[in-house]
């Protein structure tokens, strides 16, 4: 009653109400609608079985809705548009139900609590729209009707959902005619069902996807790239793939040709079943990932089998890659598999096998190699006893006779390893000499290790262009490598995590030094950090 009383000003622009327990909203803000110029409208915790109809008021720019449990509302498009921001959560039937509009387009966020039987329920698409981003999670199957109005590029991603049925499936009242979605990035996430193929059938139908992300998906447990799939599976020739097809819950995920020439980006992260298999038919550009000829970031994360069906005998990934992201991959042995990767300018290695080593690695540091960053942990072995031998021999263009030999340069700027032994050796510090501008040495892999030995500090103080340089989780390194102040390039050195380091190099530091970051060490150590205050301009102790 007294917010009944409380009949605001017919120019209010905001206005916000909090934790009412009456059973309906004041009329002047409901049927005899007093705020016609309200801009901005915030309604939390109250308990109204009536709410106001919010397409009335013409002026609104942001809505908030919050823990009121009995709103329901069937929201089209079109008016939400008309608006800047949207943000309802914890109501009936939704979670959280989120439109934005900021530089990079419309976005818009469904979480439902999982009892939602139709998108329709809740939203209306009732016209095209601008959207570019729809995220749904813990919602029923994404309708085609609902993309069909579309004529953008648009960013899908589904979580913790049914499935992509809806999409899948014909629309009535088109038949076969064939329909293309402007869906341009796919994002899925704990797919229940069928997903490998509700996706093989919706590919054929996205001309022009470009980024695909599949995580969590257990059921999806083979990968086939370039696959034709007009043709049937005893026209495709594969016996494998055939004798799978047949089986109702085969798990076969199949990438249609067109994904070769559209796809720039692919991430596949914990897809535990996940198997790659060659392709049945010729695909131009080569068989197993090579057919993505347009890829240029490639993730395959914890997805432990990914790699078992290939024999590491020839190439795997095609050669357009610019980032190359592998963790927890199973059989990996050597590089040589990815020495036809001329593009690549970055590459990431994570656990990959304690035996991996770093053959193979040359082709991507010299001519006709990018390769400028390089991440290899749980590798311990990596680097030992690599010679880059940075000469290669000139043949005669006629005769094929040897001629004096020519000194070859890294691409290589930055380096994270945890096999400091292996690296720390004359040929590779030479190498990479005129390079190396950031290292980062993890000591996982060195528990025990105590001291760097004179060879490898030696090594180390080949880096003459070193610009940045860490040591992390060495446990029982008592003191960081000598020769550091010969290092005349250095700005920044990081000490972190190694509580044993009880001093810095008696030798000194280099001149060049701007930054010394040490955090989690001893006392003794800090202590002597603040010793040098004025002597480095800028020193961190944590």
Request: hydrophobic content about 40%.
């Amino acid at each position: 009653m007294v917010l009944e009383c409380l009949r605001p000003h017919e120019n209010l622009e905001v206005l916000c109400i909090r934790g009412h327990r009456g059973p309906t909203c004041p009329t002047w803000l409901g049927d005899e609608l007093a705020v016609e110029a309200l801009q901005s409208l915030c309604l939390d915790g109250v308990s109204w079985k009536v709410f106001p109809s919010l397409r009335n008021m013409g002026d609104l720019c942001e809505l908030e809705i919050q823990d009121c449990p009995e709103f329901s509302s069937v929201i089209p498009t079109s008016w939400i548009e008309s608006l800047r921001r949207v943000t309802i959560e914890c109501v009936k039937l939704l979670k959280r139900f989120a439109y934005s509009k900021s530089s990079n387009g419309a976005q818009l966020e469904i979480i439902g609590w999982g009892d939602l039987q139709s998108l329709d329920q809740v939203l209306v698409f009732d016209k095209e729209t601008g959207l570019q981003k729809l995220t749904l999670e813990r919602c029923p199957p994404l309708e085609l009707k609902h993309l069909l109005v579309r004529n953008m590029q648009l960013t899908l991603i589904v979580r913790h959902s049914a499935g992509l049925a809806g999409l899948a499936g014909p629309l009535g009242g088109l038949g076969d005619v064939e329909w293309q979605l402007p869906v341009e990035h796919i994002e899925i996430c704990h797919l229940n069902g069928n997903s490998w193929n509700e996706l093989t059938e919706l590919f054929p139908h996205l001309p022009k996807l470009s980024k695909l992300e599949i995580r969590d998906c257990k059921n999806i447990k083979q990968l086939v790239v370039g696959v034709d799939l007009r043709q049937t599976a005893s026209d495709m020739g594969g016996g494998e793939i055939t004798a799978a097809t047949e089986e109702e819950d085969d798990g076969v995920l199949l990438f249609p040709s067109h994904l070769c020439d559209s796809l720039q980006k692919l991430k596949f992260l914990f897809c535990p079943e996940l198997v790659l298999v060659d392709s049945p038919t010729l695909v131009p550009g080569g068989g197993w990932l090579q057919a993505l000829r347009s890829l240029q970031r490639l993730s395959i994360k914890y997805c432990p089998k990914f790699l078992s069906a290939f024999s590491f005998s020839s190439h795997i990934f095609p050669s357009s890659l610019q980032f190359l992201e592998l963790t927890k991959l199973e059989g990996m042995v050597t590089l040589e598999p990815l020495s036809n990767l001329s593009s690549l300018t970055r590459l990431v290695l994570e656990f990959c096998g304690k035996d991996l080593k770093c053959q193979g690695l040359q082709s991507l540091l010299t001519t006709g190699g990018q390769l400028n960053e390089l991440e290899v942990r749980g590798s311990h072995i990596f680097f030992a006893n690599w010679d880059p031998n940075p000469r290669r021999a000139l043949e005669d263009a006629e005769g094929g006779e040897e001629q004096p030999t020519q000194l070859v340069s890294s691409t290589l700027r930055k380096l994270c390893t945890d096999d400091a032994a292996g690296l720390l050796a004359a040929p590779i510090c030479s190498f990479l000499s005129s390079s190396l501008t950031k290292l980062k040495l993890h000591g996982y892999g060195h528990e025990g290790l105590e001291h760097f030995s004179k060879e490898q500090e030696d090594a180390l103080q080949l880096l003459s262009s070193l610009q940045k340089l860490e040591f992390r989780h060495f446990r029982h390194l008592q003191q960081i490598p000598a020769g550091l102040c010969n290092l005349t390039s250095l700005k920044m050195l990081s000490i972190n995590h190694c509580p044993a380091v009880s001093s810095l190099p008696s030798d000194g530091l280099p001149k060049s030094l701007e930054k010394l970051d040490v955090y989690d060490c001893s006392e003794v150590l800090k202590r002597q950090c603040r010793w040098m205050l004025g002597t480095i301009p800028k020193i961190i102790r944590g």
